[in-house]
């Protein structure tokens, strides 16, 4: 499951779309790895344990007026 999400974000990042990354309530390092990786850039990887810190990182992807669109 890894390989096959570096490898989708690896061609969408090819093709110029930028990817926020969200983690929730995820421990594994492993898991958080990936997400961090698929992220555009370090500053768009958010790490959240929390409703409250969930929140913040929409409030923070949104003030830069990013149209946001949820992938689960």
């Known amino acids: 499951m ?6 989708i974000c690896s061609e969408a990042k090819k093709s110029g779309v930028k ?3 969200i983690v929730f309530g995820e ?3 492993s898991t ?3 997400f961090r990786e698929c992220a555009s850039s370090p500053d ?3 790490s959240a344990a929390t409703a ?3 929140i913040q990182a929409f ?3 949104s003030a830069g ?3 946001l669109h949820v992938a689960r």
């Open 2 to 7: 890894f390989e096959k999400t570096r490898s």
């Open 19 to 21: 990817i926020y990354t």
């Open 27 to 29: 421990d594994d390092e």
């Open 32 to 34: 958080n790895n990936v």
């Open 44 to 46: 768009m990887y958010f």
């Open 52 to 54: 409250d810190e969930i």
């Open 59 to 61: 409030d923070s992807i």
């Open 65 to 67: 007026g990013v149209e």
